[in-house]
């Protein structure tokens, strides 16, 4: 599950210089398998509970290999009638499956981060047209200026799609202790719009470090009030709403104006693919497509209206397949798993000598620490050494934290109880240990440790 080999020694177990006569294929894939197989890391391994990164299911991996072996542009309708046929099947059932409104359009992008550019891609362009700007004449520059509000603790890729964007940086609003949007603050930053002007709201549906949801339907109603598009990065938490027992934590989800998301978590399909989903197609047609005359359209929606690229992998082959294999209830169970197994986790490490549990475990992210950073940084340093389990330390409200994530339908509840024993051990170990690590950075010494493995362990 942990790498041997770091980066460096990956490069430096290739060829430094590109060859000059060509090989035979197999000797190619020889020489890749022996340099970049030390450097794998065990991302979808049952005891692999690093950031939010999924699994791969069965059928996602076959049809993963038929979309390189068929290698299909899923540009047009015209490029590929498997792909675009496929694509419209999976956003359907995807659509239906988190409950947002029927026809809605679906992109499919390479993940959250570029669902969340598309998104608000459409949000900015349809809020400037609305007020008789064409962006896509005139550009920005002397545009209306769009305010943009999220929450405190909105994940990074949002403000980061804002900056692609030209939107700048948000405007942030206090979050509660679970991570949500405060709407009392909400409410009042809302106040301050005046109705004329365009703005968009990001909500989110699951933390990335509590996995709390915002409260959609109060939050939503407020931008409504003022007119405002609101955006929902779902990237792992609108899965959610596929499970009858977990879906009131997105309520009121469905009247947002558009939702990111990927397939590559939850859904458990290979890397990469994200959905962008936004409920008036036409908009999100409006933003992201080309005219060009060397195009063969035949009046359908071409699937290079719905995303930012044209020449394209056909990443709805593996979402169809993911989807087909599980069928409704089978992906309802997957979120439901992944649920059960953060709770029994974070019931477990409770009862760990020094170790808390920081959040509400009502999904599937459970972040746990020590006393203090530095005990933390010590009990992430022995978890490494062991190697056992992968856990990933991070920072959250100020403090140094371990944090877990159910995402691969892999893990069991063996799996689960090795994790805790190697916590346990780890907690030991860190108590026992002396003062050597206390005189490094935690935080700077488990992040180098997590990056660069231990060698020989696997
Ligand atoms: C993972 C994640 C993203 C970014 O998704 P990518 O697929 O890595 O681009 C955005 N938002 C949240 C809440 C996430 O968990």
């Not at 675009?84 to 959250?112: I, K, N």
């Not at 990111?260 to 290979?270: E, F, M």
């Not at 050494?385 to 159910?406: C, K, Y």
């Not at 026992?432 to 010494?445: F, K, L, Q, V």
């Amino acid at each position: 599950m942990h790498a041997q080999y770091t980066a460096d020694e990956v490069a430096a177990a290739l060829p430094g210089q590109l060859p000059e006569h060509p090989s035979q294929a197999v000797e190619v894939i020889r020489l890749l398998l022996r340099a970049a197989e030390p450097g794998l890391v065990g991302t979808g391994a049952g005891r692999f509970f690093g950031w939010v990164t999924g699994g791969v299911l069965p059928a996602a991996l076959a049809a993963d290999w038929l979309t390189s072996t068929w290698d299909q542009n899923a540009m047009l309708r015209a490029s590929s009638p498997a792909a675009a046929g496929v694509e419209t099947v999976a956003a359907r059932w995807l659509v239906d499956l988190l409950g947002l409104p029927s026809g809605s359009g679906v992109g499919f992008v390479t993940g959250a981060t570029m669902a969340n550019f598309t998104c608000l891609a459409t949000a900015r362009d349809t809020l400037l047209t609305a007020r008789g700007w064409d962006v896509a004449r005139d550009g920005l520059t002397g545009a209306p200026r769009i305010r943009v509000i999220a929450g405190a603790e909105v994940h990074d890729s949002v403000p980061l799609a804002l900056r692609y964007l030209g939107l700048g940086e948000p405007e942030r609003v206090a979050a509660d202790p679970q991570g949500r949007i405060d709407l009392t603050q909400l409410r009042r930053a809302l106040a301050r719009c005046e109705r004329a002007e365009p703005t968009i709201v990001c909500l989110q549906a699951g933390n990335v470090h509590s996995g709390a949801f915002d409260l959609f339907s109060e939050a939503i109603e407020a931008a409504r009030a003022v007119g405002a598009w609101v955006h929902v990065d779902g990237a792992f938490g609108l899965w959610a709403a596929a499970s009858p027992r977990l879906a009131h934590l997105v309520d009121g989800v469905a009247q947002a104006d558009s939702w990111a998301s990927d397939a590559h978590k939850t859904l458990n399909v290979p890397h990469d693919c994200g959905l962008a989903i936004v409920a008036d197609p036409s908009r999100l047609h409006a933003a992201m497509g080309m005219q060009g005359a060397y195009l063969i359209r035949d009046g359908g929606v071409d699937p290079l209206t719905t995303v930012p690229e044209l020449s394209r992998r056909a990443r709805g082959f593996s979402v169809w397949a993911a989807l087909a294999q599980l069928g409704r209830r089978g992906v309802a169970q997957l979120v439901e798993t992944f649920a059960d197994h953060a709770a029994t986790f974070a019931a477990r490490v409770q009862r760990i000598d020094g170790l808390h549990v920081l959040n509400d475990v009502d999904f599937t992210q459970v972040c746990l620490a020590a006393e203090d950073d530095a005990a933390t940084g010590r009990v992430a340093a022995e978890l490494n050494a062991q190697a056992r389990v992968w856990i990933t330390p991070s920072r959250w409200q100020g403090r140094m934290v371990l944090r877990v994530s159910m995402s691969t339908w892999r893990t069991t509840g063996e799996d689960l109880e090795e994790a805790v024993d190697a916590l346990r051990a780890a907690a030991e170990r860190s108590r026992r240990a002396d003062g050597e690590w206390e005189t490094t950075d935690p935080s700077a010494e488990s992040a180098r440790t997590c990056a660069e493995a231990p060698r020989a362990r696997q």
